[in-house]
């Protein structure tokens, strides 16, 4: 028995799903080898299988997750004699990467147990039944994103109970969560520099720079930047504001110099996503 559901995002935001599912599968059920233009988490409620990716073969059952990453060319199957039931996510999103960091997951580490992760398939199903009951145009964002971050809340929380304990400050993730909590709060504010950014979160600007780069994929300049853009879209889409408006709001004065960004990072001139097609 197979209940699967899909959602488009209207916005491209930090963290969004495209689709969830709940199976209980056949025996010799196998899919692939495939690969996924998505990030894809599948949780194992019952059963045995293997997964494939990058040459290696991972033996998965009940209480691990395996996950799947964009462009990558993957294999998996049930063990006949005992199938998998799995519950599963796929999404997307500006945070993605990161927040599969902090969760210990990647292709190299593709494969965990995670502690406590029967409250999984509740939040699956809360998204699945939010998908149900709402037309596209109707649904609480709010909903779909608060059981999406509770699944990454049992997937982080169990990884950090897995690993030998640090003294707080020395870890690289508490210095790049820090800041990326000082980006959501002050991205408004036109004169914020990287170094206030590094100064905040008590390191120098280069060492800053290089472990934030590390751990996001991104420089902090390259995230203000596409956040602040993630805003834009955000108000362009559901207000009056003209686009002047909207720049100075995400913290960009200059109409022109916001005009550029937004085209570059998002691919069209932003007149093109306001409801008020006005410049000033």
Same mark, same amino acid.
Not at 36 to 45: A, E, G, S, T
Not at 187 to 207: M, S
Not at 245 to 274: C, D, M, N, T
């Given at each position: ?9 209207? /916005? !491209? ?12 599968? !056949? ?5 692939? =080898? ?6 894809? !988490? ?22 691990? !997750? ?6 990558? /060319? ?22 993605? +990467? ?11 580490? =593709? $494969?965990?147990?995670?502690? #406590?992760?029967?409250?999984? =398939?509740?939040?699956?199903?809360? /998204? ?10 109707? /649904? ?7 059981? *999406? ?10 990884? *950090? ?39 905040? $979160?008590? *390191? ?9 780069? +590390?751990?996001?994929? #991104? ?14 879209? &955000? ?12 720049? +100075?709001?995400?913290?960009? $004065?200059? *109409?022109?110099?916001?005009? &550029?960004?937004? +085209?570059? $990072?998002?691919?069209?001139? =932003? ?10």
């Amino acid at each position: 028995m197979r209940h699967e559901r899909f959602h488009i995002p209207s /916005l !491209i935001s930090d963290l969004e799903l495209y689709y969830c599912g709940i199976e209980e599968v !056949i025996t010799y059920f196998t899919c692939g =080898p495939s690969i996924r233009d998505n990030h894809l !988490i599948h949780y194992i409620m019952k059963g045995k299988g293997f997964f494939e990716c990058r040459g290696r073969r991972y033996e998965v059952k009940q209480g691990e !997750i395996f996950a799947i990453a964009p462009g990558e /060319l993957t294999y998996y199957e049930t063990e006949p004699a005992d199938p998998w039931t799995f519950c599963w996510i796929g999404f997307g999103g500006r945070r993605s +990467k990161e927040l599969l960091q902090r969760a210990g997951v990647s292709v190299d580490e =593709p $494969v965990r147990y995670i502690q #406590e992760g029967d409250g999984i =398939p509740g939040y699956v199903g809360v /998204l699945l039944e939010t998908l149900e009951a709402y037309p596209s145009r109707d /649904l609480p964002a709010s909903k779909i994103h608060g059981a *999406l971050y509770n699944i990454f809340a049992v997937l982080e929380t169990s990884y *950090l109970a897995s690993r030998p304990q640090l003294p707080a400050r020395t870890e690289t993730a508490d210095y790049v969560g820090k800041a990326l909590r000082f980006f959501e709060t002050h991205y408004q504010i036109p004169t914020i520099t990287i170094k206030d950014i590094a100064d905040y $979160v008590g *390191l120098e600007r280069t060492y800053f720079t290089k472990q934030f780069t +590390k751990a996001t994929g #991104e420089s902090p300049q390259q995230y203000l930047i596409k956040y602040r853009i993630d805003q834009a879209q &955000r108000l362009l889409a559901t207000t009056d504001m003209t686009i002047g408006q909207v720049g +100075k709001s995400v913290g960009i $004065v200059e *109409l022109a110099y916001f005009s &550029r960004l937004y +085209k570059k $990072v998002v691919g069209v001139a =932003p007149k093109q996503h306001s409801l008020g097609f006005h410049s000033t």
